[in-house]
Nanobody
Framework: QVQLVESGGGLVQPGGSLRLSCAAS????????MGWYRQAPGKQRELVAT???????NYGDSVKGRCTISRDNAKNTMYLQMNSLKPEDTAVYYC??????????WGQGTQVTVSS
């Protein structure tokens, strides 16, 4: 079992950067897929990025070239580096962990607001 806690969200100007963190309560070494999803009010939750235990990454079309997902197994933490932020990036960002044969886990979310 794993508990996920996001941090690093906040208010940033267009063109700015943020790094989101997702800290797990235990080892993430065996978690097959971790990822970031986001949801704006009234909209469907959408993929931002995923990363497998082997290091393979996948990005949503809206953030390709601007975001980088990574995971540090020693720190039990996953990160999302976001650059060149746009107002349309404003959303609640959720951490996700897919652990085969165990379950699919979500964090509580962290708010990202991009505005001048």
């Amino acid at each position: 079992q794993v508990q996920l806690v996001e941090s690093g969200g906040g208010l940033v100007q267009p063109g700015g950067s943020l790094r989101l963190s997702c800290a797990a309560s235990g080892s993430i070494f065996s978690i097959n897929v971790m990822g970031w999803y986001r949801q704006a009010p009234g909209k469907q939750r959408e993929l931002v990025a995923t990363i497998t235990s082997g290091g393979s990454t996948n990005y949503g079309d809206s953030v390709k070239g601007r975001c980088t997902i990574s995971r540090d197994n020693a720190k039990n933490t996953m990160y999302l580096q976001m650059n060149s932020l746009k107002p349309e990036d404003t959303a609640v960002y959720y951490c996700n962990a897919q652990w085969y044969h165990v379950g699919d886990f979500w964090g509580q979310g962290t708010q990202v607001t991009v505005s001048s």
